[in-house]
């Protein structure tokens, strides 16, 4: 959505030349600012983020491997909060990547 409008926002453009603004001729108080501007606000901010996980598994050699099995109990993230992450293998020889990008603000 914002790269949208940041691209709607490049397209539309025009020109107002000064002859073209009206100037009060005394200064305008801050109440008649206040009542005349338009109190929305839109950020228009770009996160890029990325995690590369890039392993490689080559010339592994399993032999009479015994495989288990996968079980999470009921209840297993009961408590838990947060970002949670759950790998499990019951392979062999395996090669197991995991990347977590948490992007926060708080304002």
């Excluded at 107002?16 to 606000?41: C, F, N, W």
């Excluded at 598994?57 to 015994?66: D, F, H, L, W």
């Amino acid at each position: 959505m914002r790269s949208t409008l940041c691209t709607i926002s490049l397209l539309v453009t025009f020109s107002v030349y000064g002859e073209e603004i009206a100037l009060p001729d005394s200064a305008v108080t801050i109440d008649v600012m206040e009542q005349s501007r338009g109190k929305q606000h839109l950020d228009l901010d770009f996160t890029s983020l990325a995690s590369d996980v890039d392993g490689i598994s080559t010339g592994n050699v399993a032999k009479n491997t015994v495989n288990g099995s996968n079980i999470l109990s009921s209840g297993a993230f009961a408590d838990s909060s947060g970002i949670s992450s759950v790998i499990q293998n019951t392979g062999n020889n395996v090669l197991i990547q995991n990347s977590t990008v948490v992007n926060l603000t708080i304002k």
